[in-house]
Nanobody, 124 residues
Framework: QVQLQESGPGLVKPSQTLFLTCTVS??????????WAWIRQPPGKGLEWMGA???????YLKPSLKSRTSISRDTTKNQFTLHLGSVTAEDTAVYYC????????????????RGQGTQVTVSS
């Protein structure tokens, strides 16, 4: 049974950088067969795919977020981390990490495992 767990701050000030980590358990580690993705859902809106990383370290980012987003990984800890810079109130959302087989998917039916989500609020 694969499990994913997001961790990070619940409150971030505007203009700061948000760091969220996803810890994967129950799997042998990220494999190239899957994309390990970050997805968010702002209040009252739908799911937004933000980016993904593979076991080889290749990253794929949503073009509109690319200038302030990166994803890194720590294979020794089975973790991958989202870095989102220059946050604003519009980045307030529930953030999820998930495992899927395709890029840029914004429906839960496209992911076989996901974390429970973590609320991030951007406010001074």
């Amino acid at each position: 049974q694969v499990q994913l767990q997001e961790s990070g701050p619940g409150l971030v000030k505007p203009s700061q950088t948000l760091f969220l980590t996803c810890t994967v358990s129950g799997a042998s580690g990220p494999t190239a067969f899957y994309y390990w993705a970050w997805i968010r859902q702002p209040p009252g809106k739908g799911l937004e795919w933000m980016g993904a990383i593979t076991s080889s370290g290749s990253t794929y980012l949503k073009p509109s977020l690319k200038s302030r987003t990166s994803i890194s990984r720590d294979t020794t800890k089975n973790q991958f981390t989202l870095h989102l810079g220059s946050v604003t109130a519009e980045d307030t959302a529930v953030y999820y990490c998930a495992r899927g087989r395709d890029l840029q998917r914004s429906a839960w039916s496209d992911y076989d495992y996901r974390g429970q989500g973590t609320q991030v609020t951007v406010s001074s």
